[in-house]
């Protein structure tokens, strides 16, 4: 078979869109010169699943011409049509498509019409009748890893993330080189503060796949998180070679922020958050950045706009860490209110709602509010993550500040262990033995450490600062 040949095409479209890389089937589809109904279905599926709902509904229109039969063509059809108009028309049309007979093409999608009328609930925020909805498809086809990439979003948007990591790993099990699946347990674990577990879901496919842009940047950030700051340059410069050039700049200003160069964070982010007012990740950095050049009120907005997007704690989260760090506490306590009520009602993970506890105990006792209220909060962070670096660190400064110094120094070596790769917890380790008269030589090499670590960053240029370099 020749290779533009439109059947070879195809055959290469449908092995990228099985890995979750619309863009790149997207490329081989657009190579063909004539189509048939089969191909512009599968094009107009690339755009469903990339975001693209005109040019969807403009190629399935076409497709519709040649072949008006063509099951999955009808399918993804009403499917464009209501994510771009959201009418009861639409979605009865979608609803008359699952529950008529279905395809009797056997090379067809058995399972599609259930997934595509389980993504308009989800859509519309039905996670009961979404999660019904793709189980049914599961029922048609019991190794349909797209339905279960789809019973873990909607598992989450129910508040149920145990559920929705099961149903995460499942859909890998069955497909292991589909990314959004790999994506969607990345997202967990860097809500969690688990930088590493990013890195293990993420790196290797990497190397091995085309990833989406919410991967690449979530696999730098993480990346960042972990002082790599070399794997996260390289992360940069493979998005620039693939032609996303959105996501080099996005990392670009990451690596800013890292080193707190405000000028050269806000020139990388703020254009691209303007270009993409629905990105959260983004509008939350050029928030950071923002507050790293002192632009409070732009600061402000930037977050209050990204929580705007979702009912996660995240962006609230986001802002609660800068305003602490920016000794904003009666911004810092709010934020962290807020995050807390957010993580509480969308049902975070043990793990990622002690994140927000951790954070908001530490937010509170900057804010010079009740002793006993931070305490609260931090033991119970400790009680639901007791391996959280961030906790550990929080309750030792609540212990140093309160005399307690023997638990102060046992909580604050916790985090270090839990943490080796972060100059933050390094800081604070090192601050509280050189305030010990028999600590302090111990205390001017953890210091070291630290500005070893993050030279360039806040934490690197405080600890130089303390030792007096």
Not at 84 to 97: C, F, G, M, P, W
Not at 121 to 148: H, M, P, Q, W, Y
Not at 305 to 329: D, E, Y
Request: aromatic share 4%.
């Amino acid at each position: 078979m020749h290779p533009e040949e439109p059947q070879h095409a195809e055959y290469l479209a449908r092995a990228r869109l099985a890995r979750g890389d619309a863009r790149g089937a997207l490329t081989v589809l657009d190579r063909i010169g004539r189509k048939t109904a089969q191909t512009l279905m599968l094009q107009g599926r690339a755009y469903i699943e990339s975001g693209q709902f005109s040019q969807a509904e403009r190629v399935l229109d076409d497709a519709a011409t040649l072949d008006a039969k063509h099951f999955e063509v009808r399918v993804y059809r009403a499917l464009a049509r209501w994510m771009l108009q959201r009418t009861s028309i639409r979605k009865d049309e979608l609803k008359r498509l699952r529950d008529g007979p279905g395809s009797q093409n056997p090379l067809e999608d058995p399972a599609l019409r259930f997934r595509a009328f389980a993504e308009v609930l989800l859509a519309e925020g039905n996670a009961a009748a979404a999660i019904e909805s793709f189980k049914n498809a599961l029922v048609v086809d019991t190794r349909d890893a797209l339905a279960k990439a789809g019973l873990c979003r909607a598992y989450a948007l129910a508040g149920s993330p145990d559920r929705a990591r099961r149903a995460c790993a499942d859909a890998l099990t069955i497909n292991s080189a589909y990314m959004p699946a790999a994506d969607q347990l990345a997202a967990f674990a860097e809500a969690e503060q688990d930088p590493q577990a990013v890195i293990a879901t993420l790196a290797e496919r990497a190397v091995r796949d085309p990833q989406p842009p919410s991967a690449v940047r979530r696999l730098a950030r993480a990346h960042l998180a972990t002082m790599n700051l070399e794997a996260a340059a390289a992360l940069a410069q493979a998005a620039e070679k693939s032609g996303d050039s959105a996501s080099a700049r996005y990392i670009e200003g990451l690596l800013a922020l890292r080193e707190e160069r405000a000028e050269d964070a806000l020139k990388a982010l703020t254009p691209l958050s303007e270009a993409a007012p629905d990105a959260t990740d983004v509008r939350i950095d050029a928030g950071r950045a923002f507050a790293l050049a002192g632009q409070w009120s732009s600061a402000q907005r930037a977050f209050n706009a990204a929580a705007t997007q979702a009912s996660a704690p995240v962006a609230s989260l986001a802002a609660a860490r800068v305003w602490i760090t920016a000794g904003r506490a009666d911004l810092a306590a709010a934020a962290a209110e807020d995050a807390e009520r957010r993580a509480r009602a969308s049902g975070s993970s043990a793990r990622a709602l002690a994140v927000v506890l951790a954070t908001r105990a530490e937010a509170v006792a900057m804010e010079g509010g009740s002793g006993s209220a931070a305490r609260d909060a931090v033991n119970e962070a400790l009680r639901l993550a007791p391996n959280l670096a961030l906790a550990n660190r929080v309750a030792g400064q609540l212990a140093l500040a309160s005399g307690q110094s023997e638990a102060a120094f046992k909580f604050l070596r916790r985090a270090v262990d839990l943490e080796a790769y972060s100059a933050e917890s390094l800081y604070a380790l090192g601050r509280a033995q050189l305030s010990t008269r028999e600590l302090q030589s111990a205390g001017r090499a953890t210091l070291a450490r630290a500005h070893r670590l993050d030279a360039n960053g806040r934490f690197g240029r405080l600890a130089a600062r303390a030792l007096g370099q």
